[in-house]
């Protein structure tokens, strides 16, 4: 993942720029200029009227309007949504409680840019370059044991007709093995998800209690459901050891960053 230092607005994966002609996509940070607390969510952390002028702001620099972001009312599940230009705009100035509760959104649609939040939890971004297809997901450990990347291939299989090997993804910034400890509760039920946990439950000599590797456990869900692994990037950036230039609620922050992909 690229990280602009001179300028830490946003970052981007190496394996989606390779189709910038066809695809627009970034991660933004917490800083924007000026701007040190530069979060996306209409959660409250800034108002209303902030969170709308730093969405415009993005948007604008990416060269697209804000009329053209859908957000998802965001559950901790594993509901795929598939976007139409009828929801351009969705959630844009507006929390979505009335919405249908989904955390991963797909889209064959040119000018519709897909919006996932985050602070701690894993964004994943999806292109396939052959169907034409994007998607956007978010994945905390509940989403992540019920799998959302392989929800999302299998949508890209059986609406799309994509080949699973076809499909590129972004594995975002979010809490890494370094710093992600979990409960024992929490531990059982990655257990019982996982036939093999070497590798995704780690003993550190840091914590007392096991360390889940959320990055680990989505790539192997995606590799299982056929994605292969050269297409898969992680970002490496764990955002509670870069609390600095992330959101991380583990850190105490209520702030939240966006992963944002768009059809050209």
């Given amino acids: 993942m690229f990280l ?3 300028e830490p607005v946003c970052c981007y994966f190496d394996n989606l720029l390779k189709f910038s002609d066809e695809v627009l ?5 917490r800083k924007y200029h000026h701007h040190e607390n530069f979060s996306i969510s209409l959660n409250g952390y800034l108002t209303d009227e902030e969170v709308i002028s730093n969405r415009k702001l993005l948007a604008s620099k990416f060269g697209t309007d804000i009329k053209n972001l859908v957000f998802a009312r965001q559950i901790h599940g594993n509901v795929v949504e598939h976007i139409s230009s009828m929801e351009k705009g969705r959630g ?3 929390t979505l409680e009335s919405c249908l509760g989904s955390d991963g959104m797909m889209t064959q649609d040119r000018g519709i840019c897909l919006v996932i939040k985050t602070a701690d939890c894993v964004p994943l971004l999806f292109f396939d370059p052959v169907k034409k297809v ?3 997901a978010h994945a905390g450990w509940k989403g992540t044991l019920m799998k959302i990347g392989a929800r999302v291939i299998e949508e890209f299989q059986n609406i799309y007709l994509s ?3 076809d499909i590129f993804v972004g594995i975002g910034p979010s809490i890494g093995p370094c710093c992600y400890e979990i409960g ?3 531990a059982s039920k990655v257990k019982e998800v996982f036939s093999d946990t070497e590798g995704i439950l780690l003993k550190t000599s840091h914590f007392s209690r096991y360390v889940f590797d959320l ?3 989505n790539r192997r869900i995606l590799i299982e459901k056929g994605v ?3 297409n898969i990037e992680l970002s490496g950036f764990c955002t509670r050891c870069h609390s600095h230039l992330f959101f991380s609620a583990r850190a105490g922050d209520k702030g939240r960053m966006g992963s944002f992909i768009m059809l050209k």
């Fill in 163 to 165: 080949k699973p090997e």
């Fill in 215 to 217: 990055w680990e456990a």
């Fill in 92 to 94: 844009v100035v507006e």
């Fill in 4 to 6: 602009d230092k001179e």
């Fill in 184 to 186: 024992n509760d929490v």
């Fill in 134 to 136: 994007i998607a956007a």
């Fill in 228 to 230: 292969q692994p050269q």
């Fill in 25 to 29: 996509h970034f991660v933004s940070t």
